[in-house]
């Protein structure tokens, strides 16, 4: 998938559960004001909130986690798609 709306429509077919939009857009500006350089996630699921916070910033260190192996996978691609 190589858009977010791509990503959200996915998220959305498949019950993934994602980051809604407000909240997505409350982290992201939190990280531009405070000019922060690295991310921590727990809970991947298909790297939609850190494919958000790396589109701010392709210099921000993310590191993101996911237990469910096929989840993982799908957000592995997710990244190198962006």
Same mark, same amino acid.
Not at 28 to 57: C, H, P, Q, R, W
Not at 73 to 80: D, K, L, M, S
């Given at each position: 998938?190589?858009?977010? &709306?791509?990503? &959200?429509?996915?998220?959305? &077919?498949? *019950?993934?559960?994602?980051?809604?939009?407000?909240?997505? !857009? +409350?982290?992201?500006?939190?990280?531009?004001?405070?000019? *922060?350089?690295?991310? +921590?996630?727990?809970?991947?699921?298909?790297? @939609?909130?850190?494919?958000?916070?790396?589109?701010?910033?392709?210099?921000?260190?993310?590191?993101?986690? !996911? @237990? !469910? !192996?096929?989840?993982?996978?799908?957000?592995?691609?997710?990244?190198?798609?962006?």
């Amino acid at each position: 998938m190589n858009s977010i &709306e791509k990503i &959200e429509q996915f998220a959305k &077919e498949n *019950y993934v559960p994602i980051a809604r939009k407000q909240t997505t !857009e +409350f982290m992201v500006n939190l990280i531009k004001e405070n000019n *922060y350089k690295s991310f +921590f996630e727990v809970g991947t699921a298909i790297g @939609y909130t850190s494919i958000n916070v790396a589109l701010i910033d392709p210099s921000i260190r993310i590191l993101t986690l !996911e @237990y !469910e !192996e096929k989840r993982a996978e799908i957000a592995r691609q997710n990244f190198i798609d962006f």
